[in-house]
């Protein structure tokens, strides 16, 4: 997938250490910037449950995000992060809410080698990534592992199975890849903004305030 690939990568190498609380681990995020839905209803709970089955039927050597989050965007603004959340606050105020739904349990390819929840691009995800492009379009904000809509795939990650062989990996994938029924979903309100200065993980919470029309 030459570049695409790498850049998918490296933002996914990125999320891999996000939303922790390990000095080590906060260190390489310094400077960076994340704007994710973070379900907190039903799509959370099979979040939850997924995982636990996945780690249960997986090596040990398998590694895992510590909460559920859709990345819509990744940035590098050390020194205008105020700049950078009032953008993505005038974008939400404008943002309707919104839905989220699984409808598979999928993964990313070798060299990846991700389960993920993948989700439905109902329209509001479409649009709201779309106009989230656009805001951004018309700034000098540095974004980081970002794809064209047409070639991002929304999705929570569950497992980061990069220490398994190819072989290991296409046989998990070919196991436990499925689609889900009965689709969970639900409808988010607010986005988080997440940013990471002098070794701490700082996030704030901002409505999606737009009105549907």
């Known amino acids: 997938m030459g570049p695409v690939a790498s850049t998918a990568k490296k933002l996914e190498d990125l999320l891999v250490r996000a939303f922790m609380t390990d000095p080590a681990l906060l260190e390489p995020l310094n400077g960076q910037q994340y704007l994710v839905l973070r379900p907190a209803g039903r799509v959370a709970e ?5 995982q636990a ?30 700049e950078l959340r009032d953008a993505i606050a005038a974008w939400a105020a ?8 699984v409808e598979a349990v999928d993964g990313f390819p070798t060299p990846f080698q991700i389960f993920i929840a ?28 970002e794809l064209p ?5 929304f999705h929570v990650s569950l497992i980061y199975c990069g220490a ?7 046989a998990a994938h ?15 309100t607010e986005a988080e903004f997440v940013w990471y200065e002098n070794g701490t993980e700082h996030a ?10």
């Open 46 to 50: 099979f979040y939850e449950s997924e």
């Open 53 to 82: 089955r996945l780690k249960s039927r997986l090596p040990t050597s398998i590694s895992h995000p510590h909460t559920g989050h859709v990345t819509l965007r990744g940035f590098y603004e050390p020194t205008r992060v105020r």
């Open 94 to 101: 404008r943002q309707t809410p919104i839905e989220v739904q």
């Open 118 to 145: 993948r989700l439905n691009r109902n329209t509001a995800l479409i649009e709201a990534y779309a106009g989230l492009t656009a805001a951004l379009d018309v700034t000098d904000f540095q974004r980081i592992g």
């Open 149 to 153: 809509l047409e070639q991002w795939v």
């Open 164 to 170: 398994l062989s190819n072989s290991d990996w296409e």
């Open 174 to 188: 070919e196991k436990h890849a499925r689609d889900v029924r009965p689709r969970p979903s639900e409808v988010l």
């Open 204 to 213: 704030e919470t901002i409505t999606l305030s737009g009105n549907s029309r």
